[in-house]
């Protein structure tokens, strides 16, 4: 569906699925339910990430999107609408069960993975375009609450 889109096509079809003023919870839920498959982010605290920033996983019975548990707010949020795009376009190129569970241990998968040494796919520029349009249109549907408050704090 979302090939045949385009992410700004994506976005508008998940929007319409969200309530009015939507937060980062609502959209992770919306994604879990437009691919098919709950999905839920964990924030992972592990002593190096390596050049990743977050890590998206496909389980047979979930998705999770694995984020550094220090990430400050905004940087977390376009992480997390980033990898959500990846599961909406449909990449596959997540980590098996293993290199999950040795990344969460500390095994720095993160850093292996860019070798292709974890059992990673590689992706394409087209799918990480898709990834960040994605993230970006996203980014601006949850921001746009932030402005009332905004207004009235600052005039």
């Not at 040494?117 to 992706?123: A, N």
């Amino acid at each position: 569906m979302a090939e045949q889109l385009g992410a700004s096509g994506a976005v508008r079809a998940l929007v319409a699925t969200l309530p009015r003023a939507p937060q980062l919870s609502d959209v992770v839920t919306g994604v879990g339910r437009m691919v098919g498959k709950p999905t839920r982010v964990v924030d992972v605290d592990g002593p190096s990430w390596g050049p990743l920033t977050a890590l998206v996983s496909q389980f047979e019975h979930e998705n999770l999107v694995l984020v550094p548990a220090d990430a400050p707010p905004l940087y977390r949020m376009h992480c997390v609408l980033h990898e959500l795009g990846h599961l909406v376009h449909g990449d596959v190129g997540t980590p098996t069960a293993s290199s999950v569970a040795e990344f969460a241990a500390g095994g720095h998968v993160c850093r292996r993975a860019l070798d292709a040494d974890s059992g990673l796919v590689s992706i394409s520029d087209d799918d990480e375009h898709f990834a960040e349009r994605f993230a970006y249109e996203l980014a601006t549907v949850l921001l746009a609450g932030a402005t009332g408050a905004d207004e009235r704090a600052y005039g």
